[in-house]
């Protein structure tokens, strides 16, 4: 008997080849949304509080192409592979965690994009006192069996339509896998077969399963979108040295820029347009100036963090426009340069990004060249359903 930790670690099957959905790329990384059901998937469980490790588990070969479908989250998960039935994946799942055993895990399909938090909250307390929750909705549908013509009704009563995720004791779900057959079509079947119980509880709707190119078409109409702008502005003033830092970008100069951090004007200004935009304070409360540890620290660490935010929301960021204001050093020769740096801090997210610079006709304190000005915008989409808790 391993002795398990009191963490609980969500396990997520996503090595299927799935081709229902009519394309020759796995569903799990297509998209919905700007998103990969992998990452939207994978999103709820990072984002849940008691929820302490998520492992995905992929086709042998997929590890960089899941890295990269999940985005940002990827720093966040651990991935590993699995084989060629979902049941075998889900067995090599469980021993890649057996180093740092849960007490209970998770296990979910990728193909179910969308985990309300509420749904998660019930399989977790069903949890206190049996081995093994499944979330389930009853069958309301009248049903009947046949091939081209009706033979029989089939009652409907005790009938369900099991979901994911389904939350088992760790032990006993990796002692059940030891012996288990093939043949059990979820993680549910493999418990009950050993023996153990496995309670239902109730499930969502929104935690649909994605099989068909129809599927698709209806979480697209589920995911409608919110579209939010936000503003940031900053400053710093000229001081020693022989560069400045703007938009990512080492520029020679007479000057350099005085600031906790490396007092990149541009960054700090879409740094806070984006976190506006989220509703989520301002780069000084994520990132405090009396802080020792950002004295001098690069300020994509603070973009990037801020493009974090946004994807584990469920959220992208579309667009983005920074105005420089200053008189020297020129920023015509630097500005694509700028553009393309910005652009691979937020890769994940795809933005239109734009930089433009204007002085202030020698008016002010960047008239007098004593420091540089930014002005920013960010505009991101997020869910308009509250479909993950975003």
């Known amino acids: 008997m391993i002795t398990p930790s009191r963490a609980i670690a969500a396990l997520i099957v996503a090595a299927g080849r799935g081709t229902r959905t009519g394309s020759k790329i796995p569903k799990q990384y ?29 086709a042998p070969g997929d590890e960089a192409r899941a890295a990269v479908a999940l985005g940002p989250l ?13 049941q075998q994946s889900v067995r090599l799942g469980l021993e890649a965690l057996v180093e740092n055993p849960p007490a209970h895990v998770l296990v979910h399909d990728a193909a179910r994009p969308f985990v309300p938090p509420e749904l998660i909250d019930r399989v977790l307390a069903a949890l206190a006192d049996t081995p093994g929750a499944c979330p389930a909705l009853p069958v309301v549908d009248s049903l009947r069996r046949g091939t081209d013509h009706i033979e029989a009704e089939v009652d409907r009563q005790h009938l369900w339509r099991v979901q994911t995720p389904q939350g088992f004791d760790f032990n006993a779900l990796l002692s059940a896998h030891a012996m288990a057959t093939q043949g059990a079509t979820d993680d549910a079947e493999v418990l009950r077969q050993a023996g153990l119980a496995v309670r239902l509880v109730k499930g969502d709707e929104r935690a649909m399963k994605i099989t068909g190119p129809e599927d698709f078409a ?39 820029l005085v600031g906790h951090s490396d007092a990149d004007a541009g960054l700090h200004a879409l740094t806070d347009a984006i976190l506006g935009a989220l509703g989520d304070g301002d780069i000084g409360q994520h990132f405090p100036p009396g802080d020792p540890q950002w004295k001098g620290a690069s300020s994509d660490r603070f973009l990037a963090h801020a493009a974090r935010l946004v994807a584990a929301a469920g959220g992208r960021i579309v667009h983005c426009d920074v105005t420089l204001i200053c008189e020297s050093p020129k920023i015509g020769p630097w500005r694509d340069r700028m553009t393309a740096r910005v652009a691979e801090i937020l890769s994940f997210h795809r933005p239109i990004t734009s930089i433009k610079a204007t002085t202030t006709e020698g008016l002010g304190f960047a008239g007098r060249r004593e420091g540089i000005a930014a002005q920013a915008a960010a505009t991101i989409r997020l869910p308009a359903l509250d479909i993950t808790g975003s």
């Open 30 to 58: 297509r998209e919905v949304g700007g998103k990969s059901l992998l990452a939207h998937a994978t999103s709820a469980f990072v984002r849940h509080p008691a929820i302490s490790r998520v492992h995905v588990v992929v």
């Open 218 to 256: 209806a979480a697209e109409r589920m995911l409608a979108m919110d579209t939010r702008v936000g503003m940031g502005f900053d400053v710093h003033r000229f001081g020693p040295g022989d560069h400045i830092w703007l938009c990512g970008v080492a520029i020679p100069h007479t000057h350099g």
């Open 74 to 86: 990827a720093d966040q998960v651990t991935i590993g592979t699995g084989g060629d039935t979902r």
